[in-house]
């Protein structure tokens, strides 16, 4: 289970978004953030100090719990278990993939080393861990097991909390607080706060925090647990009468509420879903992640628009770099939808596909266009999915044919509508064109290509890996490189395919982003980024890079910017650089 080499190569660039936070550590003399984005180190003022990412050794940026044992933080990550010293070198620990950490209490290192390898023996294989205690484990699918027995319970939720009693086990889960006593029955305890919740644990009870901020205490019984309970508190208190436990709820003051989406609480700090770290003062909770931040982790589209890179994302909308380097975010209602599929400009207008519709934006404002809604330029299908620059215009492609648009128009005009062939595919999935050609991809039919003149069908067996496009690069002087879900990619020159169902420098078959390059092409995988030579056939592994699920390439000479599902990279891709390293 230990961990080969995790140190990260160097990178020209790392960027994250450090805003959703999942755990927080005093540490080394600094409040220690675990995020989506890395850990972010703050002064116990609340400075921000710096963000620790692959570069600085993790393994991953996406964080999902910590715990000290005084002189080494534990850092469960989702590409692995390191631990970190005072001056926040990295040590790879084991390879899982936790998303919480057992309890140091007073352990030693070696002790906590040894505990954590002796858990990582015994746990049921196949789940993803989310909550530990002595004698029980809790999983993200909702399954608590008792270790070292055969006796499992499905709850409602990802366990997020475990703390062994007497003769069972507490439970809180993102729905819910729970107990299951010694004959391993299931009750729900109490009312709680509005979900999703979280949990945070301090000298005298567990704070059950809500998504609104609501925060209610849940702990062990005390004579004067109520008495000294903040006004309106719901203290949870239980009494022992013989060999049956009753477990009650007495109501005091309200306790202090936490920032609205809080995940993490310790003394007078917080962290939150989606807005980063706070801090407790005098009048109020005070924000001390930076703002300005990238729009999100999860990269799905990368362009330029006006020198200024952009950025589409997964689930939190898309954002440009300012001048000051600071990014500007723009959500729903801008855009029709968080979700970006494709992003494109022509210099005047930039272009959002989203899988709600098309946001543009003019250079002033931004309008919504959609399929059932404002449709000026005859979408024939909500989502779209992509837009590009073609020879006739700003080809605009949905699940049932293309609307070109003249470049730089406001409002838009449609040149032309251009339907699909008949009988091709239900289930189109990604788009784009160059030049005087447009490529669609599909779930089940391969690849479909408009010329200027007509429709070509590609197919697997003769042209394609597989069918089950997930990826597409296009350009104008006809080449191509389609990726598939799980069976490599196929390189098209204008004349001819080069199939590529696997390779020794292809880090996964299973391909979700391509770019073209001269002479080859870039392929993002789920296990990581690689270079092929369209002269030689050769596949070449890309040093690591934000997070290994590579989303998005934007090649800029011989470097390329790299979106993933943790960050934005920009590294060197030329073979002879990638060699040096």
Known sequence: ?????????????????????????????????????????????????????????????????????????????????????????????????????????????PDYVSRLESLAAVLPPGATYTAFSPRFAGTAEGRLFELG????????????????????????????????DGRGRLAAVGTVPTGPLSFSVTEHDVRIVGSDGDVRAWGAARSDTAASAPSGATVL????????????????????????????????????????VFLREATGWRRVTPTGQLCGNHITALTRHKGRL??????????????????????????????????????????????????????KTWTQLAYGGRNPVALGKLS??????????VALVDG???????????????????????GWSEHPSVAEGAGRFVWMGSEDRGLLRWDGE???????????????????????????IAGTCQDGFSYFDGARWTRVHTAPGLPSPAIVSTALVPGGALVGTLLGASYFDAGTGAVQALPRLADPRVYAVLPEGDTALFGTEGGLSLATWKPAAVSRR
């Not at 208190?237 to 936490?258: C, F, K, L, V």
């Not at 920032?259 to 007078?268: F, K, S, W």
């Not at 992509?386 to 215009?393: I, K, P």
């Open 1 to 109: 289970m230990m961990l080969s080499t995790l140190t990260a190569l160097a990178l020209a660039a790392t960027v994250t978004n450090t805003e959703t936070v999942h755990d927080l550590e005093p540490f080394g003399g600094h409040v220690v953030a675990c995020t989506e984005g890395g850990l972010e180190l703050f002064t116990f003022a609340g400075r921000p100090v710096r963000v620790l990412t692959v570069e600085d050794g993790l393994p991953g940026h996406f964080c999902r719990a910590l715990e000290s044992t005084g002189d080494r933080l534990f850092v469960a990550t989702d590409e692995g278990l390191v631990s970190l010293d005072t001056g926040f070198r990295v040590t790879p620990v084991l390879d899982v993939r936790w998303q919480a950490l057992p309890a140091a209490e007073d352990a030693s290192t």
């Open 149 to 180: 027995t055969s006796r499992a319970w499905a709850l409602p939720g990802p366990v997020r909390f475990l703390s062994d009693t007497r003769d069972g086990v507490e439970v809180g889960t993102s729905e819910g607080a729970f107990s299951i």
């Open 237 to 276: 208190t239980e009494a022992t009468n013989g060999d049956t436990r009753a477990q009650g709820i007495t109501h005091a003051d309200a306790m202090p509420s936490a920032p609205p989406g809080a995940t993490a609480l310790t003394g007078d700090w917080a962290g939150t879903r989606a807005s980063g």
């Open 310 to 363: 952009v950025v589409g994302t997964f689930d939190r909308g898309v954002c440009w770099q300012r001048d000051d380097g600071k990014w500007q975010t723009f959500r729903t209602p801008a855009l029709p939808s968080n979700q970006v599929l494709g992003l494109t400009s022509d210099g005047q207008n930039l272009y959002v596909a989203t899988t709600y519709g098309l946001g543009l934006h003019d250079g």
């Open 384 to 393: 779209v999915l992509g837009a590009s620059r073609v020879e006739e215009g």
């Open 400 to 422: 049932r044919g293309m609307s070109v648009v003249t470049p730089g128009s406001s409002p838009l005009s449609l040149v032309r509508r251009l339907p699909l062939p008949d």
């Open 454 to 480: 007509r429709w070509q069908r590609f197919h697997d067996g003769r042209d394609l890996t597989d069918n089950w496009v997930t990826a597409l690069s296009t350009d104008a002087d006809g080449r191509a």
